[in-house]
């Protein structure tokens, strides 16, 4: 069974780990090249203390707990929130897991008074790339935060 909920600081070695893990996949660092990975070693602290939000996806499987998938939501301008550290395991690709994560994070988003959405990723994340134009985002390099990052997004709410 998938469960989706906000973050909790038993997570955080868990998150850490992942984040660090599927930025490796790309040959990227934790660490390096984006300010927003220190937030991640502070939740969920970093995020609820500034007005966002963080989400786990954990599968739960024959008394394990499996971390799938993170995301959070930061505000950067008015109505306007940054998705974050949107990353799935190799494991949970093509299983919904990103759908119920982005979902999660767009109704919070919509309650807290957001209206728009934007985020920035590297051109070497293909599939989440696609998966983002799917979901309404549209190219707006504007938007690219992070000197890692080579696109920029904006989705309206």
């Known amino acids: 069974m998938i469960t989706v909920r906000l973050v909790e600081a038993a997570d955080v070695p868990a998150v850490v780990e992942h984040v660090a893990g599927v930025l490796a996949e790309f040959g990227l660092e934790f660490g390096v090249g984006s300010e927003t990975d220190a937030a991640v070693r502070a939740l969920p602290a970093s995020y609820a203390d500034h007005g966002g939000a963080f989400w786990v996806a954990y599968d739960h499987q024959d008394g394990r707990s499996t971390l799938l998938g993170t995301c959070g939501v930061f505000p950067v301008a008015p109505r306007t929130y940054e998705l974050r550290k949107m990353y799935l395991a190799a494991a949970a690709r093509g299983r919904g897991v990103g759908t119920r994560l982005l979902d999660e994070a767009v109704a ?22 696609a998966f983002y134009e799917r979901h309404g985002f549209v190219r707006d390099d504007d938007q690219i935060r992070g000197s890692r990052c080579t696109r920029g997004y904006a989705r309206p709410l």
């Open 108 to 129: 919070w988003t919509k309650a807290h008074g957001g209206e728009r959405m934007v985020l920035d990723t590297t051109e070497a994340m293909t599939a989440a790339i």
